[in-house]
């Protein structure tokens, strides 16, 4: 069996290595996005794929547009292709090569986000439960028929960052359960039902602020559903405020939209839509990432209440 896996960043980690304890020999190559420069000095960085798959010794291909650039998967010649986050639309000759197909891991419950922000977006849009889906890859984006499914619940406390480990770990484990039946021919097939099918599509710069108009429900998930990374944002004496995790507040304040209306041990208060939330971590401009009553004690409570975030 040639295994190619198609991958790029640390989602699809697990699911590689899941492959590597299990299917090593098999595995004939992997294709990651390119290079890219990393951090304040521009350190050309190796994508999280490529840096496991070199641990082994297995060929990497990193094709700029694999679009146009794609006869370096066909010449691996693969009997199966495995996609986890690969990041790129993956051409139809690529699809139509292997004779098992193209399988991917898809980090939602289809048809519900298709799209490249599923685990965002469950957050953002407030799921109660997600989850992934093992699929046939078509041309259509998320559109092939469905394999097998696991579900993963949203908790409260989850943020991006918890229910995208979560959820990289059920990929591993749902997927090495699956394939030996994709392998043999086993494996049930099912069409995915066009009348529940919801997106996930990737996140804009400017999906990323806070709107305080909006319910506090919608302004929590939206922190949570962004955090770490790229996180949510707030403009304070004109300049950027990163936010990383809040709560709901229990009590009613008046004020307009968006005004600090109070500062307690918990957090910055700031009024919203149909109450209040509490601003519990942030980056302010230029300095680390604290908690929100370390930035209080900097700045000082009387500076902040009554100034509004724009």
């Known amino acids: 069996m040639r295994i190619v896996f198609m991958g790029t960043p640390d989602f699809a980690v697990n699911v590689l290595q899941g492959l590597i304890d299990n299917y090593r020999e098999d595995i004939v190559g992997v294709v990651s996005q390119p290079d890219k420069l990393v951090g304040r000095h521009q350190v050309l960085t190796p994508t999280p794929i490529k840096a496991l798959a070199e641990k082994y010794n297995i060929p990497v291909i990193q094709p700029e547009k694999i679009r146009k650039d794609y006869q370096g998967v066909l010449d691996l010649k693969p009997d199966i292709i495995i996609t986890c986050a690969y990041g790129q639309i993956i051409p139809k000759e690529i699809l139509d090569a292997p004779k098992l197909g193209c399988i991917n891991v898809h980090g939602s419950l289809l048809p519900k986000l298709r799209g490249g922000a599923p685990i965002h977006k469950a957050i953002i849009d407030d799921y109660k439960v997600t989850g992934i889906t093992i699929m046939y890859m078509d041309v259509g984006m998320d559109t092939g028929d469905m394999i097998s499914k696991v579900e993963v619940p949203i908790l409260e406390s989850d943020n991006l960052e918890s229910l995208h480990d979560k959820l990289s770990v ?141």
């Open 170 to 310: 059920a990929g591993t484990k749902l997927l090495l359960e699956t394939l030996p039946s994709i392998l043999d021919g086993t494996n049930p097939r099912e069409k995915q039902n066009e009348e529940e099918v919801t997106f996930a599509y990737n996140i804009k710069r400017e999906e990323e602020h806070i709107d305080f108009t909006k319910t506090s429900r919608q302004v929590f998930n939206l922190i949570r559903g962004l955090c770490p990374i790229p996180s949510a944002n707030v403009i304070l004496d004109g300049n950027e405020m990163k936010v990383y995790s809040s709560m709901i507040s229990d009590k009613s304040y008046s004020g307009k939209c968006g005004e600090i209306v109070d500062v307690t041990k918990q957090g910055i208060v700031v009024k919203t839509g149909d109450g209040a939330i509490i601003i519990t971590e942030v980056k302010p401009f230029g300095k680390k990432r604290m908690d929100a009553s370390s930035y209080v004690n900097g700045i000082g409570s009387k500076n902040l209440i009554g100034k509004v975030f724009v």
